[in-house]
């Protein structure tokens, strides 16, 4: 029997052969409960999900993978407050940045075209699309979104592209790192993203 409470958890087993051999053994340990965090001081937290930017320029599908090897996805942004801290936290929309690429975010329409969902499979019900966008420019099946890095704006490109990305993840029980993550707030910011 294990149970755990207030700090403890006790451990004890009783064991018999149904005659009067018997065995019993009882223990209580004490536990830290950790907290949620990134799993590393390179993640940018804001609310309860951390962020990396990738300088690296890969394709849509190469930059997922990238970010499910590390246990993350491309980002899922659900929300304009979530938008403006990915965008100006990150540096994504900044001229601190060191590259100009455009930014792969998660949301796609591979699965149905026109049908734009994240690739964490969670529903679209919030976006931010450049005007005119998305299009499937001059009949080309653009299945992918990126994030432009001027405007902070949306547009559907073909999955081939070439461009930086963010990948996204939940916080976990991490242990304590040994450098302190970096741990945003939204900005406040007294303009809204044109």
């Excluded at 390179?42 to 890969?58: S, T």
């Amino acid at each position: 029997m294990c149970c755990r409470f207030d700090g403890l958890y006790s451990v004890s087993y009783h064991f018999t052969d149904g005659g009067e051999t018997q065995f019993s053994y009882s223990s209580q340990h004490h536990f830290i409960a950790k907290a949620l965090r990134c799993s590393g001081p390179d993640w940018y937290e804001f609310g309860e999900f951390c962020y990396k930017p990738f300088e690296e320029k890969k394709t849509w599908h190469s930059a997922r993978t990238a970010c499910r090897q590390l246990g993350a996805d491309l980002v899922s942004i659900r929300s304009m407050t979530e938008q403006m801290c990915v965008c100006i936290s990150e540096c994504v929309c900044t001229k601190e940045r060191e590259t100009t690429s455009d930014v792969w975010i998660g949301l796609n329409d591979l699965g149905f075209s026109g049908l734009f969902s994240w690739s964490d499979h969670h529903e679209a019900t919030f976006t931010y699309w450049a005007p005119g966008e998305p299009h499937n420019h001059l009949g080309f099946s653009e299945d992918c979104v990126e994030m432009y890095h001027e405007t902070a704006r949306w547009n559907d490109v073909t999955c081939s592209e070439l461009n930086t990305y963010v990948c996204k993840m939940p916080k976990g029980h991490y242990p304590l790192p040994s450098v302190q993550p970096t741990i945003y707030g939204c900005p406040q910011v007294s303009r809204a993203l044109s």
